[in-house]
C-alpha cells in the first residue's frame, strides 16, 4: 500500500478536478458524544489546467491567527481563471487547537509541528501530520507555512526559509524569499540533516519540495500591518511560481536579511516570576546588555534577578505574558546577513 492510501483522512474533495472545490477532509474520531463523527478540517483547492502546485498552510499552531486570516482571503478573493496550475489551501491544520485558540490540539494535547512525518495510525494530530506529509505535501512544488509567535510570543512580522543543503535548492528558496518582499527575512539552521526534523518545513525538506514559511507577529492577535505583509507574500510566491502571471506581482519592500544562529542567539529565563523587559521589539542590542529582569512580587523584599543579551543582535522575538517560568524563551535575537 503507498503511504498516502495509509492515512485514514478522507478529503470531500477532488484534487484534480478543475475549477474551486471547497470542502473538508474527514478525520473520523468516535468518541463519547459522536460514536460515528468525524473532525471537519477546511480545505480549499483551486485548479485551472495544468501547472505547479502551492499548498498554503496556517493554524499549524491553533493560537496563530494572521495566516487564517489571509488563507481565508485568499480561498474568497482567487479566482480559477486568474492562475495556471493548482493552489491547495488549508487554513486549520490542527483543527482542533485552532477552535480552541491553543497552540496544541485539546484532544492529544499535539503540538502538529513536532509531529511529522506522522502516523497514519496514531492520534487525532498524528493522523493530521501523515495525511500532510504524505497526501497533500507530494502534490506541491512550493510549500508556504504561516506561523506567528502564538499566544507567547511576539516578533517583528518576517519570512523565512531553513538553509537546505542542495544548492540549487537553496537558491531557488532564496529567490521565493526576495519575491516575498516581506521587510524583514530570516534564514534558520534547517534541519539536522538526518531527515528527522519534526515541522512542517521538515516535511517539505524530506520530500525536496520549496519551502518558505513565516513568523507574522504573534500575542494571540492580527494586526494590519502583519496581515498586509503575508497577504501580499502569498500573491507574490504564486507570481514566482509561475502560477499567477508576473503583472500580478505587488511592489514589496526591500528585504533586511537576518541570520538566527545558535543558542547565544537565544535569551532564557533564569528564575520563576514575573517577566520584565527592558528593551523592545526591533531594537538593536550589544553583548552583555541588560535585557530584563524576573521579580517576585510575593516576597517583595527580594531582590530582582537580572539578566544581560549574550551577544549583539537584532530583537527579533520576545515573550508577551508576564507571569514565567524558569526556562522560558524570552527573547530572540537575529544578526545582519547576505543572502547568497
Ligand atoms: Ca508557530
Redesign the pocket.
Known sequence: MSDAARSRLIPDVDFDAEGKQTGFVRLFHSVHSSAYGFIPIPIVVIKNGAGPTALFVSG??GD?YEGQVALSNLAKSLDPSQIKGRVIILPMANFPAAMAGR?TSPLDEGNL?RTFPGNPDGTVTQQIAFFIEHVLIPMADVVCDL????SSLMYVPCALIKRVSDAARHAQQVALLQAFGSPLAYVSGGGNGTGTDSTLMGGAERAGKLAVGT?LGGSGQVTPAALRIVERGLRNVLVQMGILPRKMRLKGEDTRFLNVGGPDYFVYAPDSGVFEPVVELGDEVRKGQLAGRIHFPETPWAAAVEFQFGREGFVLCKRVPGRTSRGDCLFHLGTDTVLE
Request: proline share 0%; glycine share 20%; net charge negative.
Open positions: 499549524n499552531h496563530e497552540r509541528n506561523h506567528s509567535g502564538g513568523e
